[in-house]
């Protein structure tokens, strides 16, 4: 019960937490269900951490559409180079992942959860064979996906905190 009074339950923050409750949920839901049906992976790893930007701070800059869709294809892009001509090793990595971010600055799309892509890239590729196809496949065509079940779900809760 002592830490009940430290949470502080208002209206809106609980609007909140059920955005962030049901826009992870049904996200990923939703690309785990594309990826069953179309025999294409739809999911990868850093969407999780997308989806925590999405829900929990939506008006962050780094959580704004052109960020999300440029910044994972442009980390994954950078991974998916260094697969191709570099040799896997400590550097190569860390070296991308430094590329990664630096590109995201450059072009102004910064995405954290984007960073992982060089590493999930490039730490799996014994076990998982990459091609070109990564980058539509779950790359751009899940955070697109992403992207929308956040705009639908903003409209959501707008109009819940409207009616009430």
């Not at 949470?7 to 990923?28: H, M, P, Y």
Request: one cysteine or more; glycine letters at 6%.
């Amino acid at each position: 019960m002592q830490l009940l009074k430290y949470i502080e339950l208002d209206r809106w923050r609980l609007f909140d937490a059920l955005r962030g409750f049901l826009g992870g949920t049904l996200s990923i839901l939703l690309l785990l269900q594309l990826t069953h049906t179309t025999n294409h992976l739809w999911i990868m790893a850093p969407f999780g951490a997308t989806c925590v930007l999405l829900y929990a701070a939506p008006s962050s800059p780094l959580a704004q559409p052109k960020n999300v869709i440029l910044g994972h294809l442009i980390a994954a892009t950078v991974g998916l180079v260094f697969l191709q001509f570099f040799v896997v090793q400590a550097l190569t990595i860390a070296i991308a992942v430094g590329i990664a971010i630096a590109l995201m600055q450059l072009l102004k799309c910064i995405h954290p959860p984007a960073g992982a892509n060089p590493l999930l890239i490039l730490l799996t590729s014994q076990q998982v064979d990459y091609d070109w196809s990564f980058l539509i496949f779950p790359v751009l065509l899940g955070a697109i996906t992403l992207v929308l079940v956040a705009k639908f779900m903003d409209l959501f809760i707008r109009y819940l905190r409207r009616s009430n």
